[in-house]
């Protein structure tokens, strides 16, 4: 084996120094030097390697920590309650966390679910509960106490330090290629939404989920992924990608174990609220099935396109308008393109020529969901950060990715200011403009790590790791062997060309 070869499997990852397995951050070196050098190399020792992996780590999460600093001063106008004149709008620091605060009764003491209804699956709600109720007895007792501030900043501190334990999730699970967890570190979308809403409770408990199936604990990656699907629905999707991959791999007693378990965990969470106050738990799936077409979507953008062409005549609707007068058949025809996506995934995950990563395919499932909902909040970008890290972690398509989340974010605010004033900021193409351009980078995103399924050595992780360094059981198991018989029953030729090493 080549010097090259060995240190980029044995070493920290000198040979997977950005500016080499990178070419876009290839092609920026060239400005200061270029790449890191050939002989660089012969200089990895084992405690150089862990000293430059403790350097690049502390370097990481000093920049999510700025990061996060810096989106906590962007949020800063909204922080005292006082929305006048549309500051939250002018000043794009709205949040939900302050807004739901008074929206869902905090303020007056109520007990989420039990005394109101709340928009959200049970653990987002207990978390709110949890900070919200002792701010407010405090309020009680010193009539001078901004609330609203305090909830606020108890939930940015509380969701910023979930924030850092997800990047230090990734740098666990990319201890050879430790700079990747710069894109999420340095990620546009952490500092424009990062409270916006609790979805980082859901990203910190399945990135834990993640990385205790990476450990090879898979009761434990089911519980933490049930509390995660407790919090906010999309960490549930995880659990299919591991039963395929369980599949083909004929590791299906990991998966079942982390299946279940996740199960036992949703429904312990969810059951001490939906027996006692079940209209109010009902809440959440009610919003879901109710809601029409909303702000950027796929649907939304279609609908934009059928008001181009409408013919004008009485009654005449193109097919978006309809589906957004026919709520039922919208949520049927969202769940089944999502549904079908996710055959397609598991498809791609038992005939690609070599096992996918875990994280490929999670993120392929996840992004299916978010391109074919009829629902795509601003914060929900976040879903969507750690797992492109672990599945494609390359800077081109990334920033070109957030970059047009912020044109969305700042498109966004202009059609709420616009519609709290009923005077437009952007002409309306703009806004869907924005849209297509968000949709269209995560469709790309998705096409990208298909390639990388298909053709295993254009895979940066790969290059790095001889197989999948979020598999658990899965990392270097051969295929099963029904699969392999099957392949040699069709194609005897791929015998020669090992599924998994």
């Known amino acids: 084996m080549s010097t090259q070869s060995t240190a980029g499997i044995d070493d920290a990852g000198s040979s997977d120094h950005p500016s080499r397995s990178d070419g876009f951050v290839r092609g920026l070196s060239e400005a200061i030097g270029g790449p890191l050098g050939d002989h660089a190399v012969a200089l990895d ?10 350097t690049a780590a502390r370097i990481v999460l000093a920049l999510t920590c700025l990061t996060l600093a810096l989106h906590w001063v962007q949020k800063s ?62 309020g009680v007792n010193d009539p001078q106490l901004n609330q609203g501030q305090w909830f606020y900043n108890l939930n940015a501190l509380t969701l910023g330090a979930l924030a850092v334990a997800t990047v230090a999730v990734i740098l666990a699970l990319r201890r050879r290629r430790p700079w990747d967890a710069a894109l999420f570190a340095l990620a546009p ?67 079942l174990t982390t299946i279940g378990t996740a199960l036992v965990a949703l429904v312990a969470v969810n059951l001490p609220v939906a027996i006692p106050y079940r209209e109010n738990w009902d809440r959440f799936f009610e919003l879901n099935s109710e809601r029409p077409i909303d702000w950027g979507t796929l649907w939304y953008i279609g609908r934009y396109l059928d008001g181009k062409v409408n013919t004008g005549v009485p009654g005449d609707q193109g097919p978006f308008q309809w589906l957004n007068a026919n709520i039922p058949t919208l949520n049927y025809l969202s769940y089944a393109l999502f549904g079908l ?3 397609g995934v598991a498809a791609l995950a038992l005939l690609a020529p070599r096992r996918p990563r875990l994280a490929q395919l999670a ?24 797992l492109v890290v672990l599945a494609r972690p390359r800077w081109g398509a990334f ?4 970059l047009a989340e912020v044109c969305y974010f700042v498109a966004f605010y202009g059609e709420l200011l616009g519609a709290a004033t009923s005077r437009p900021v952007f002409p309306e193409g703009v ?16 096409v990208l790590v298909v390639k990388d399924i298909l053709h295993p050595a254009r895979d940066a992780v790969r290059r790095t790791y001889a197989d999948d360094p979020d598999g658990g059981v899965l990392d270097g198991a051969p295929d099963a062997s029904w699969l392999t018989a099957r392949r040699a029953a069709h194609s005897p030729e791929q015998l020669s060309v090992s599924a998994n090493t």
């Open 77 to 138: 106008p909204c922080q005292d309650g006082a929305w006048q004149n549309n500051v939250q709008y002018t000043r794009l620091c709205y949040t939900d966390v302050l807004a739901l605060y008074y929206a869902e009764g905090l303020n007056e003491g109520k007990v989420p679910y039990r005394d109101h209804p709340v928009e959200y699956p049970v653990l987002t709600g207990y978390f709110m509960g949890a900070l919200g109720l002792p701010v407010h007895a405090l």
């Open 341 to 343: 996506a996710c055959l």
């Open 431 to 446: 806004f869907v403009l924005a849209a297509t351009l968000r949709l269209g980078t995560v469709v790309l995103l998705c």
């Open 189 to 255: 979308a952490l500092l424009l939404t990062a409270t916006v809403n609790w979805d980082f409770l859901a990203i910190g408990l399945a990135a834990f989920g993640l990385a205790a199936w990476a450990r090879r604990r898979p009761a434990l990656a089911g519980v933490l992924l049930g509390l995660a699907g407790a919090a906010k629905m999309w960490p549930l999707f995880v659990l299919g990608p591991i039963l395929v991959l369980a599949l083909r791999a004929g590791k299906l007693r990991a998966a």
């Open 399 to 402: 920033l070109a990715w957030q």
């Open 363 to 386: 993120f392929l499932v996840v992004a299916a969901f978010l391109i074919f909902s009829k629902v795509w909040s601003q914060q929900f970008v976040l879903w969507l950060l750690p």
């Open 45 to 54: 020792r084992p405690a150089s390697r862990e000293r430059r992996f403790w």
